[in-house]
C-alpha cells in the first residue's frame, strides 16, 4: 500500500503512451500534454493502448522514479478527462485506480 501526501497531485494522461518509451520521453509526455513542469514532484500516469499497463513517473529529488503495473487479467479504467489530454485525481482515487477499482 502506498502512503502519498495530500499535497501531492496526481495527473493522469488519457491518450495511450507508447510503453517503449523510457523515463525521458514521459517527461517530454508530462509536459506536452499535461502542461506540467515534471520536475515539480507530482505523479504523472501513463497507460499503455490495450489499458493492461501503467506507467507511473516522478521526480524524486534527485532523479527519476518509475514505477510499472501490469494487469494479468482485466483493465486499467482511466476516468473521462472532458475532451482534455489529462485529468488530476485524489490520492485515494489513486489508491483505487491501482487495485482496479475505479471507473
Request: hydrophobic share 40%.
Amino acid at each position: 500500500m502506498l502512503t502519498l501526501s495530500p499535497t501531492i497531485r496526481i495527473y493522469l494522461c488519457v491518450r495511450p503512451a507508447d510503453f517503449r518509451c523510457g523515463m525521458d520521453r514521459l517527461a517530454n509526455l508530462a509536459r506536452e500534454r499535461v502542461g506540467e513542469d515534471p520536475l515539480n514532484g507530482h505523479l504523472f500516469v501513463f497507460r499503455n493502448r490495450r489499458g493492461d499497463r501503467l506507467k507511473v513517473l516522478y521526480w524524486d529529488r534527485n532523479g527519476w522514479a518509475l514505477w510499472y503495473k501490469r494487469l494479468e487479467r482485466g483493465r486499467f479504467r482511466f476516468p473521462d478527462a472532458g475532451g482534455g489530454e489529462s485529468r488530476t485525481i485524489p490520492p485515494g482515487a489513486f489508491q483505487l485506480l491501482l487495485g482496479g477499482v475505479m471507473k
